[in-house]
DNA sequence: GCTGAAATCGCCTAACG
DNA sequence: CGTTAGGCGATTTCAGC
């Protein structure tokens, strides 16, 4: 599963497939210069190592209703393992939480989450989060504007690293 | 560009490309009940909204030798529109960063970023992030463990609420 | 108007070299 | 990895509700 046994063609695959994950095989062949069979041979091959995890449609949030975006800083009680892990099965049950990270630090989780309005979010947040089990205390911070957000990761990144230590 | 204007056909469609971006058009008409050429012509209308913006490949950044993930407070010595944009564009410019939101609250923005390793980081951190313009505090928080990371929206809030204000 | 049916075109995906 | 080839999906066209 590590990427030392990536060759340049399946990290362009990679990178191609981030950028649009609904291309055909045969374009994403010709991009990176092969032909389609290896082409999808490789990119099976990428899935079940787990490298894709899969595709996904961005949609767009805010034209479907969900005009609020909050970051939560999380922090519990207890750190204990069971606790945290406690803590983070509930977050799997709440859909408005779309992510949640164990952090290091004076906060112990942040969340993003999403809500069509500000009285959605303050429910939840009122009746669900701070009302947890274990959940010392909560702040949160409205997102005003988004400014950028790219999904996965710098694949410019990973080429200079390539190029610098082969 | 409104939510209203999107029947449940239209909802389930855009359900099912977040849930499975590389999902056949005939798979997806046949899931949500209706034969493919309309289907097809539902998803580039869609497209053409902007209610699905692309879609992308969701890569293993772990995987990929991008062992390290830390959420970035930022704090701006001036909140004038000017340098609050300059501050984004530069954000934009620095691929270790992925996202980038303003906050309200004691922040002004928190930002999502990867890296290789922590060394790679800190070098960012110290010679770009912390020293450019009109930054005055950064406080960073590495992510221990990720609990969850759903991408897009929750669809079932979505259709409890069309459920309850149609 | 939008949907569905038929037909064409192109792609996917084996099997083989 | 490339080429071939057969089957299936994508996409246009056209008719019907």
Known sequence: ????????????????????????????????GISAPPCLRRVRTLEEQGLIRGYHADVNARALGFEVQVFAMVGLLSQAEADLSAFEAQCQGWSLVRECHMLNGEV???????????????????????????????????????????????????????????
Chains 1, 2 share one sequence.
């Open 108 to 166: 112990d989780f942040v969340l993003k989450c999403v809500a069509p309005d500000l009285s959605t979010f303050q429910t939840f947040l009122t009746e669900e989060l701070t009302a947890a089990e274990n959940v010392a205390s909560v702040k949160t911070s409205l997102v005003i504007r988004g400014a950028k957000d790219e999904p996965g990761v710098p694949f410019d990144v990973l080429e200079a690293r390539m190029n610098a230590a082969p």
């Open 1 to 32: 599963m590590s990427a030392s046994k990536l060759d340049p063609i399946d990290r362009m695959i990679l990178a191609e497939l981030q950028a649009d994950g609904r291309m055909t095989n045969v374009e994403l062949a010709k991009r990176v």
